[in-house]
């Protein structure tokens, strides 16, 4: 079988074709010099580094996994080799501020490296991909001095980022945690206490990692609003820069897990360690989900990593392996059987593996295109804009991508059928890794109630309402092409009844707060799914125009995504049916039952 290839033609395809990637970096200002030879430079180069460097070690550094001895940390052959090329080559630094380093280019160049890197090698992606997340939390929040000491450093990649959230007694519900921070008379504070599952938490790639803690400090307020955050160095920098002597702050032990076995995840014990306050006093969690949001976005990506990942390898095999005849009529007469990519179940399986895939790849796209307006000279306006389609989009994209790309996972191990259970493929260990997905950055069930809770429903359909207009705006645009008249009419159809069951959720929750607990998973999947299908609706566009030309080199190319289009509205947005019921039942079956009289 083939070994993993960047999808590079697919990722041109979105953002070239679809996106106008390139004009609108020349649009937003700061950004002129991202034309098509450089994005495709950067593309064919990154490509090169992931397929040569990540690739051969992804499974490799699964069956070794991370070994941790007396607080340190090792990790599998060929990550610190990889980790050391990384920096070498600039790929660290490619969207930072040249202020500290920096390339200066978009965020979502960073974006479409990690995508990249994720699929070929998600374990080792999280070494420097938690850093993205630390780096944007010390520009938006830390001092001058504090980006001054440690923002030169996680830019190179010579130090690496984690965030420490998670305590054994509380998960999501950060309220009740019992990190506590005492000042020390030099300005700085000492910090007491445990933080588990801190992904990249302890390793031996860089000789110093920047934790940034959540701690509450001794007149903090009970709950959310006592929380401060921290920068908790493992080796406090000397007069130099450099790493200097030990902080207090050790690895008691990692996590034996399911899967990313090449990534530690640590338990990480402060035991009076050195840090230091970022932004406001209990402000921290406010200050946190500048760290947390990119860190969703990564999370949606990794979904769309393991769907892709689980498509290239079940592709390659549904081509090679023979089994049975074709219903149909011989497929393959001078051999024994025929390949199972000719029987409708493996196609059924191929198709919604691609279809998820490359409609993700898609909806990531956009968003790191928004995060892009975030993030340059752009109006306010179009800031706003982009603000409120992030806030909308994110948990959707988190949760929906993860859900269908563990689904995607999955699929590939049918596909494979025995062979997908043994580790001699990689089947089983793309579905141990991406079963995390849905458990990182918040679950499933808590995205949903972000979405529905905070976001549709706290904003009285505020950032709905922009949404649907845009894909309105879309329909109108393509009413006409007798082509597009199937997707353009589900599109319409599903926006209404969107925004319908909004309305009937809304009121009935007005009653009973359980009725948005009880619809929000639904809900989330449903939009999901709506969203999905505008992306695919733009790809058939951009695909309709191109064989359109006299022109046309790669007719089969878009060929391919019409049929990948059409089996997504004819197969997969039909799912919604089922949904539009469980939510229409309401929350009275689920919470009839008193909690005491559930037995077993």
Request: hydrophobic content about 40%.
């Amino acid at each position: 079988m083939a070994d993993f290839k960047v999808p590079l033609r697919d990722m041109q395809f979105s953002l070239r074709e679809v996106f106008n990637y390139t004009s609108r970096c020349a649009e937003l200002g700061g950004y002129e010099e991202v034309g098509d030879d450089l994005l495709g430079a950067i593309l064919e180069e990154a490509a090169k580094f992931v397929e040569g460097e990540l690739a051969p070690i992804n499974q490799s550094g699964d069956q070794q996994g991370c070994k941790w001895d007396d607080t340190a940390v090792t990790t599998p052959d060929g990550f610190k080799e990889a980790y050391a090329a990384y920096v070498e080559g600039g790929w660290a630094s490619l969207s930072a501020d040249p202020e500290f380093g920096g390339q200066g280019l978009p965020p979502s160049m960073a974006t479409l490296l990690s995508e990249m890197a994720g699929t070929a090698n998600w374990a080792w992606a999280m070494y420097p991909g938690l850093s993205h997340g630390a780096h944007a939390t010390i520009t938006a929040h830390g001092s001058e001095e504090q980006k001054a000491q440690y923002l030169g450093k996680l830019t190179t990649g010579e130090w690496t980022g984690t965030m420490c959230l998670t305590e054994s007694h509380c998960g999501t519900d950060l309220g009740m945690l019992r990190t506590r921070a005492e000042a020390n008379d030099d300005g700085s504070y000492a910090i007491h206490g445990t933080k588990i599952f801190i992904s990249a938490g302890e390793h031996d790639m860089t000789d110093n990692i920047v934790h940034i803690v959540l701690a509450r400090l001794p007149d903090a307020p009970p709950g959310t609003k006592g929380i401060s955050l921290f920068i908790v160095p493992k080796m406090i920098p000397d007069a130099s820069g450099e790493a200097g002597e030990r902080n207090g702050v050790s690895c008691g032990s990692i996590e034996h897990k399911m899967g990313i076995h090449g990534n530690a995840t640590a338990v990480l014990n402060f035991d009076g360690a050195k840090g230091w306050l970022i932004g406001p006093p209990n402000r921290g969690l406010n200050c946190m989900f500048t760290f947390m949001n990119a860190a969703r976005l990564g999370t949606a990506l990794q979904g769309l990593a393991h769907a892709e990942f689980g498509f290239q390898k079940s592709l390659d095999y549904a081509r090679e392996r023979l089994q049975m005849r074709s219903l149909s009529g011989r497929k393959n007469p001078d051999k024994p059987a025929d390949p199972i990519i000719v029987h409708p179940d493996v196609r059924r399986m191929l198709l919604t593996q691609k279809a998820f895939a490359e409609g993700g790849r898609l909806f990531v796209h956009s968003l790191a295109m928004d995060v892009d307006v975030m993030e340059s000279d752009a109006s306010d306006e179009w800031k706003g804009k982009a603000d409120a389609r992030l806030a909308l989009l994110t948990p959707i994209a988190k949760a929906f991508l993860t859900e269908t790309g563990f689904e995607s996972a999955n699929l590939g191990m049918q596909i494979f059928g025995g062979h997908g259970f043994i580790q001699e493929w990689g089947m089983e260990q793309n579905v141990r890794d991406c079963r995390i997905s849905m458990l990182y950055e918040g679950t499933t069930g808590i995205q949903a109630l972000d979405l529905l809770g905070r976001k549709v429903v706290g904003s009285q359909g505020g950032l709905l309402r922009p949404f649907l207009a845009e894909v309105a705006e879309f329909c109108g645009k393509h009413e006409d092409n007798r082509l597009m008249a199937n997707s353009v009419a589900a599109l319409r159809t599903h926006c209404e009844e969107w925004e319908q069951i909004t309305t009937d959720i809304t009121m009935r929750a007005m009653s009973d707060a359980d009725e948005v607990g009880a619809a929000s998973v639904d809900y989330l999947m449903y939009s999901g799914y709506v969203v999905l299908a505008y992306f695919w609706a733009q790809a058939q566009a951009t695909a309709l125009d191109a064989l359109a030309k006299d022109d046309c080199s790669e007719p089969d190319f878009y060929r391919a995504k019409l049929s990948t289009c059409d089996y997504y509205f004819d197969k997969l947005l039909p799912r919604t049916r089922s949904l539009v019921a469980t939510m229409e039942s309401g929350a009275d079956s689920l919470m009839a039952l008193d909690a005491d009289h559930f037995s077993f």
